[in-house]
């Protein structure tokens, strides 16, 4: 187990590397060369230069003006003075949101600590229980500050029940006034953002198929007879997956011909060459230029022959349609009610912003979208059941005094003193942190294969899932294994009645090792995303070896984004962290509050000069972030309820019964209270945009704003021609179909088929 000395070890060691990656950052975001790495939001905002004007200096690469280089840290107030206003504008409502929740950590955190480092840990610290227990029984010094060394059935225990109480009420009074304030920005950010495609359409979902009717001539059809006022057009959804592939193929091919040729371009007397085979490993050698220049014509072909046969195969129609209407309160009404008496079909949602659709997705069927479902459940419930040994293997390194008790022979090489400091007090949170590199990615994929049909959706999946593999494996997995290993011969050689006080003195000692990963991964590692060295490196590659253009050069950059299904989950692991040991083991709460104020400062520096966010979502996946605070909220609450229960608090522990069940209510009238503000669109306000609008711009063509919205960017790369895609319809009078007689359609539109035999030509169809 980490004592003081290894705990002081690892606080040295990360906050040394945290130091080196910000003198290097500073430094390095100085340099002109740099610029496009460490700034890149200004020129995609097309500002051309950072805010410190770099290009102004002497050498168009490197910053010979020595009087910059006194201010290294001027980053850190720069990050705080653009106002939130400004700042919503700039980066969008998400990114300020995401940054008020290490905020909301600040506000809740900081008094938390004051409170129990004044009052807790005195009581803890004079309670003398550890001292007293058998040798067999593993602590450390630090455990000594928890509620492990009060006695059993001591009276001491009211002063945890009541800062429990404290603190439960303070947190729930904080998660209310953001919620709060957050719903509040998010209606105002409705209200005034600029007319955007999404407010207009609605996605329909599982279109039932028509034996005398297209899915386009279906889906015109439909609405036009049950929202005649308000339908203006839709675009049905093409099967254009194989297309994509080919696309992606021919850019990197493409890649490779750019390549070489400016290797040619830099040495004409040699022309470059390749081999055929995969990756140019093996195969016959060939001129490289003329090799790829006859695989992109190869592909060209293939291109538009698959083209081709998307826009005439009536098969490549999926039963998916973007439909738009004249109003934001059409669209609003489509979208949040009921469209059939069949609830399982003409399925309405709001369409996600242009930018935000994840068009794989909507080719998948709607019925192979529930058994992805249920068939990517079960497999990450054996990820996370298998991810165990790992967590496992890490619990191991951290817990080496109760390997020492069941394996001695290793007790000559474990007991070297910087050995011994450097495995307890710093590997076993590196060793975590690197274990979970590939965890995201490999959820992001699950969540990819559910079939969502937008990004934000993905990812907040994806976020979902990784929490819960947090709260299993890293928080109780790390608990659960750590106990087993540490207190190894008190489970072997102790009656089973035992066991459960054995575990209840344990859990608040797994403190020293959360310490450890928190210094690893929010002090170490906040500096590590601030210095972007992966974008660095590649960025300068990608420079020197295929730039030969401005365009070119911009697409090299690399900006990023906050990555949500990532850093979500790892903001709600702190929260979780904090409230359970806020009562059990205070020592911890401080290195929370330097987590948190650190990375707003980071994070804020980030949002504003680097980040460009793939879409906007008005913030939500807020709601999911306060469930979340509030269940770790219940959790600390169950598990102290438990501890107690082991420390033979009987007058205490009953009292603290109630407070789960009011959390809990508190989170139910939160959702009814709020809730409602982030998943529906209110009417009142559609209506108030929609008269506003009408009133400013009365001549406004919305057809035409809406006409390559959501274009696929396949077709809008390869040049699509609009003739080829359809028309918009431009009579409005008739409700035209194919169908020789339906009980729900008007009589006029009966004989509309025969009068207008060129139907199919007027109904713009949508390409994926």
């Given at each position: 187990?980490?004592?003081?000395?290894?705990?002081?070890?690892?606080?040295?060691?990360?906050?040394?590397?945290?130091?080196?990656?910000?003198?290097?950052?500073?430094?390095?975001?100085?340099?002109?060369?740099?610029?496009?790495?460490?700034?890149?939001?200004?020129?995609?905002?097309?500002?051309?230069?950072?805010?410190?004007?770099?290009?102004?200096?002497?050498?168009?690469?490197?910053?010979?003006?020595?009087?910059?280089?006194?201010?290294?840290?001027?980053?850190?107030?720069?990050?705080?003075?653009?106002?939130?206003?400004?700042?919503?504008?700039?980066?969008?409502?998400?990114?300020?949101?995401?940054?008020?929740?290490?905020?909301?950590?600040?506000?809740?955190?900081?008094?938390?600590?004051?409170?129990?480092?004044?009052?807790?840990?005195?009581?803890?610290?004079?309670?003398?229980?550890?001292?007293?227990?058998?040798?067999?029984?593993?602590?450390?010094?630090?455990?000594?500050?928890?509620?492990?060394?009060?006695?059993?059935?001591?009276?001491?225990?009211?002063?945890?029940?009541?800062?429990?109480?404290?603190?439960?009420?303070?947190?729930?009074?904080?998660?209310?006034?953001?919620?709060?304030?957050?719903?509040?920005?998010?209606?105002?950010?409705?209200?005034?953002?600029?007319?955007?495609?999404?407010?207009?359409?609605?996605?329909?979902?599982?279109?039932?198929?028509?034996?005398?009717?297209?899915?386009?001539?279906?889906?015109?059809?439909?609405?036009?007879?049950?929202?005649?006022?308000?339908?203006?057009?839709?675009?049905?959804?093409?099967?254009?997956?194989?297309?994509?592939?080919?696309?992606?193929?021919?850019?990197?091919?493409?890649?490779?011909?750019?390549?070489?040729?400016?290797?040619?371009?830099?040495?004409?007397?040699?022309?470059?060459?390749?081999?055929?085979?995969?990756?140019?490993?093996?195969?016959?050698?060939?001129?490289?230029?003329?090799?790829?220049?006859?695989?992109?014509?190869?592909?060209?072909?293939?291109?538009?022959?698959?083209?081709?046969?998307?826009?005439?195969?009536?098969?490549?129609?999926?039963?998916?349609?973007?439909?738009?209407?004249?109003?934001?309160?059409?669209?609003?009404?489509?979208?949040?009610?009921?469209?059939?008496?069949?609830?399982?079909?003409?399925?309405?949602?709001?369409?996600?912003?242009?930018?935000?659709?994840?068009?794989?997705?909507?080719?998948?069927?709607?019925?192979?979208?529930?058994?992805?479902?249920?068939?990517?459940?079960?497999?990450?419930?054996?990820?996370?059941?298998?991810?165990?040994?790992?967590?496992?293997?890490?619990?191991?390194?951290?817990?080496?005094?109760?390997i020492e008790k069941v394996a001695p022979f290793l007790k000559s090489i474990i007991e070297v003193k910087i050995i011994k400091s450097f495995l307890q007090g710093f590997l076993p949170g590196l060793a975590l942190k690197i274990f979970l590199i590939i965890l995201p990615t490999i959820l992001m994929i699950m969540s990819k294969i559910e079939g969502y049909a937008?990004?934000?959706?993905?990812?907040?999946?994806?976020?979902?899932?990784?929490?819960?593999?947090?709260?299993?494996?890293?928080?109780?997995?790390?608990?659960?294994?750590?106990?087993?290993?540490?207190?190894?011969?008190?489970?072997?050689?102790?009656?089973?009645?035992?066991?459960?006080?054995?575990?209840?003195?344990?859990?608040?000692?797994?403190?020293?090792?959360?310490?450890?990963?928190?210094?690893?991964?929010?002090?170490?590692?906040?500096?590590?995303?601030?210095?972007?060295?992966?974008?660095?490196?590649?960025?300068?590659?990608?420079?020197?070896?295929?730039?030969?253009?401005?365009?070119?050069?911009?697409?090299?950059?690399?900006?990023?984004?906050?990555?949500?299904?990532?850093?979500?989950?790892?903001?709600?692991?702190?929260?979780?962290?904090?409230?359970?040991?806020?009562?059990?083991?205070?020592?911890?709460?401080?290195?929370?509050?330097?987590?948190?104020?650190?990375?707003?400062?980071?994070?804020?520096?980030?949002?504003?000069?680097?980040?460009?966010?793939?879409?906007?979502?008005?913030?939500?996946?807020?709601?999911?972030?306060?469930?979340?605070?509030?269940?770790?909220?219940?959790?600390?609450?169950?598990?102290?309820?438990?501890?107690?229960?082991?420390?033979?608090?009987?007058?205490?522990?009953?009292?603290?019964?109630?407070?789960?069940?009011?959390?809990?209510?508190?989170?139910?009238?939160?959702?009814?209270?709020?809730?409602?503000?982030?998943?529906?669109?209110?009417?009142?306000?559609?209506?108030?945009?929609?008269?506003?609008?009408?009133?400013?711009?009365?001549?406004?063509?919305?057809?035409?704003?809406?006409?390559?919205?959501?274009?696929?960017?396949?077709?809008?790369?390869?040049?699509?021609?609009?003739?080829?895609?359809?028309?918009?319809?431009?009579?409005?009078?008739?409700?035209?179909?194919?169908?020789?007689?339906?009980?729900?359609?008007?009589?006029?539109?009966?004989?509309?088929?025969?009068?207008?035999?060129?139907?199919?030509?007027?109904?713009?169809?949508?390409?994926?």
């Amino acid at each position: 187990m980490a004592t003081l000395g290894d705990i002081a070890v690892s606080g040295v060691i990360n906050v040394l590397s945290a130091f080196v990656f910000l003198l290097a950052f500073a430094f390095l975001r100085l340099q002109p060369i740099n610029s496009r790495v460490y700034f890149p939001k200004w020129y995609l905002n097309g500002t051309g230069q950072n805010p410190k004007n770099l290009r102004s200096t002497i050498s168009k690469f490197v910053n010979l003006n020595h009087r910059t280089y006194s201010q290294l840290l001027s980053w850190m107030p720069e990050a705080l003075r653009m106002p939130e206003s400004e700042l919503i504008n700039h980066a969008g409502l998400d990114s300020v949101v995401y940054l008020r929740i290490y905020l909301v950590g600040l506000k809740i955190f900081v008094p938390l600590a004051v409170l129990a480092c004044a009052i807790l840990i005195p009581v803890n610290a004079t309670g003398g229980t550890l001292v007293n227990l058998k040798k067999e029984l593993v602590f450390s010094d630090i455990d000594k500050l928890s509620i492990s060394n009060v006695q059993s059935g001591s009276q001491r225990f009211w002063a945890h029940l009541l800062m429990a109480y404290v603190f439960s009420a303070w947190t729930c009074f904080v998660l209310y006034t953001e919620y709060d304030k957050i719903a509040s920005m998010r209606l105002h950010f409705l209200a005034s953002q600029r007319r955007r495609a999404d407010q207009f359409t609605v996605l329909v979902r599982n279109v039932p198929p028509d034996t005398d009717e297209t899915i386009s001539e279906h889906v015109d059809h439909f609405f036009r007879v049950n929202h005649p006022d308000h339908y203006l057009t839709h675009q049905v959804v093409y099967n254009a997956n194989k297309l994509a592939k080919l696309v992606k193929k021919k850019e990197k091919l493409k890649n490779w011909l750019d390549y070489y040729q400016i290797k040619y371009s830099r040495h004409p007397e040699k022309r470059p060459t390749t081999k055929e085979g995969f990756l140019g490993l093996w195969g016959e050698r060939v001129d490289a230029i003329d090799f790829y220049t006859a695989e992109i014509d190869t592909l060209v072909q293939k291109i538009a022959e698959e083209r081709e046969r998307v826009l005439k195969d009536p098969e490549a129609i999926m039963p998916v349609a973007f439909v738009s209407f004249n109003t934001r309160w059409g669209a609003a009404v489509c979208a949040q009610t009921q469209q059939s008496k069949n609830p399982t079909i003409w399925l309405t949602e709001w369409a996600p912003e242009p930018r935000d659709v994840y068009w794989s997705n909507l080719a998948i069927p709607f019925v192979a979208i529930a058994i992805r479902k249920l068939v990517m459940g079960v497999t990450l419930f054996f990820l996370v059941f298998f991810f165990m040994i790992p967590i496992a293997a890490v619990q191991s390194l951290a817990n080496l005094d109760g390997i020492e008790k069941v394996a001695p022979f290793l007790k000559s090489i474990i007991e070297v003193k910087i050995i011994k400091s450097f495995l307890q007090g710093f590997l076993p949170g590196l060793a975590l942190k690197i274990f979970l590199i590939i965890l995201p990615t490999i959820l992001m994929i699950m969540s990819k294969i559910e079939g969502y049909a937008a990004t934000s959706i993905l990812e907040r999946r994806a976020a979902a899932k990784y929490y819960y593999f947090m709260l299993v494996n890293v928080f109780l997995g790390s608990i659960i294994t750590g106990t087993a290993f540490q207190q190894l011969h008190a489970f072997l050689h102790q009656s089973p009645t035992q066991i459960p006080k054995t575990i209840g003195v344990s859990i608040p000692m797994k403190a020293t090792f959360f310490i450890t990963y928190i210094m690893v991964d929010g002090w170490a590692g906040i500096a590590g995303e601030i210095l972007r060295l992966k974008p660095l490196i590649i960025f300068h590659l990608k420079n020197m070896f295929l730039v030969k253009t401005e365009k070119d050069r911009e697409n090299a950059m690399d900006p990023g984004s906050v990555g949500f299904p990532e850093a979500l989950p790892q903001l709600q692991l702190y929260f979780l962290l904090g409230l359970v040991y806020a009562v059990i083991t205070p020592i911890l709460l401080p290195f929370i509050v330097i987590f948190f104020g650190f990375a707003y400062f980071v994070y804020r520096h980030q949002v504003i000069n680097v980040y460009n966010q793939e879409y906007e979502s008005v913030a939500a996946f807020w709601p999911h972030v306060h469930s979340r605070i509030v269940a770790a909220l219940v959790i600390s609450q169950l598990l102290l309820l438990g501890l107690l229960s082991t420390k033979k608090a009987a007058d205490s522990t009953p009292i603290l019964l109630a407070l789960p069940v009011l959390t809990i209510w508190f989170q139910r009238f939160c959702k009814s209270r709020f809730e409602p503000a982030f998943r529906r669109y209110p009417l009142e306000e559609a209506m108030a945009k929609d008269t506003l609008e009408r009133a400013t711009e009365p001549n406004l063509n919305l057809k035409g704003y809406l006409s390559n919205s959501y274009l696929h960017p396949i077709f809008k790369s390869e040049g699509n021609e609009e003739n080829e895609m359809g028309e918009w319809r431009d009579d409005d009078s008739l409700v035209l179909t194919k169908r020789h007689s339906k009980l729900n359609t008007p009589g006029a539109s009966e004989n509309s088929y025969i009068a207008s035999p060129e139907y199919d030509e007027e109904t713009y169809n949508y390409q994926v």
